[in-house]
């Protein structure tokens, strides 16, 4: 079974915590790719070069092969980086990068305490961007005859495909945009009538 919808941040958004005088602030931010993701941690990085840490994940794609990445950033390994993506994945979010930030108030919260403070704060900031639900989709060029246009309007209107342009010449270049999980069988019944082109 093909998956192509997935659960993302709704918006960008910056969310501010005083825990223990230390300041915390979670960064959140929808992305594409791992190198969108990294230019977002790098860029949080040098805006906040005085703060003691800037903590990351994030996670991109989707199964069987998601990319899962975090980081401590010097806090004690596992106490922050992992309670961020704990969260991302508590909420079923993909394609999403936080970066918690923290200005060491002078004092120490301990393990228990970096982690519920890191994954505390990453998971309200989550909440707080809202989330949307997209969906994967595909195209799929093809050529027909004007004696096959109704047919394939017939097809598109079933796979609830859109048409993304069209060429009326000699013959009709369509191309259409239909859901990943629909386009093997969309193309299986345009073939008989159509030259698919890609």
């Known amino acids: 079974m093909i998956i192509d919808e997935y659960a993302t941040v709704n918006e960008a958004i910056t969310l501010r915590r005083v825990i223990e005088r230390s300041r915390f602030l ?22 906040h070069r005085q703060a003691t840490h800037n903590c990351s994940a994030y996670a991109i794609g989707l199964p069987p092969e998601p ?43 301990g393990i228990r305490g970096l982690i519920d403070a890191y994954g505390g704060v990453a998971e309200e900031a989550l909440v707080a961007a809202g989330r949307k639900t997209k ?41 259409l945009i239909v859901r990943q999980s629909l386009a093997r069988q969309l193309k299986q019944e345009l073939e008989p009538y159509v030259e698919l082109k890609g």
Do not use: W
Request: proline share 3%.
């Open 26 to 47: 979670a960064h959140v931010k929808e992305v594409e790719s791992e190198e969108e993701a990294r230019q977002f941690i790098n860029a949080i990085k040098e805006e």
């Open 135 to 175: 969906i994967l989709e595909t195209q799929i060029p093809l050529r027909c005859t004007y004696d096959q246009v109704n047919r394939v309007m017939y097809l598109v209107e079933k796979y609830k495909a859109k048409i993304k342009d069209s060429n009326y010449a000699e013959q009709v270049d369509l191309n």
């Open 67 to 109: 990319i899962h990445f975090s980081d401590d950033d010097g806090e004690p390994g596992g106490s922050a980086g992992k309670p961020i993506l704990g969260a991302i994945l508590k909420q079923e979010l993909t394609n999403v990068a936080v970066v918690v930030t923290r200005y060491f108030g002078g004092k120490k919260l």
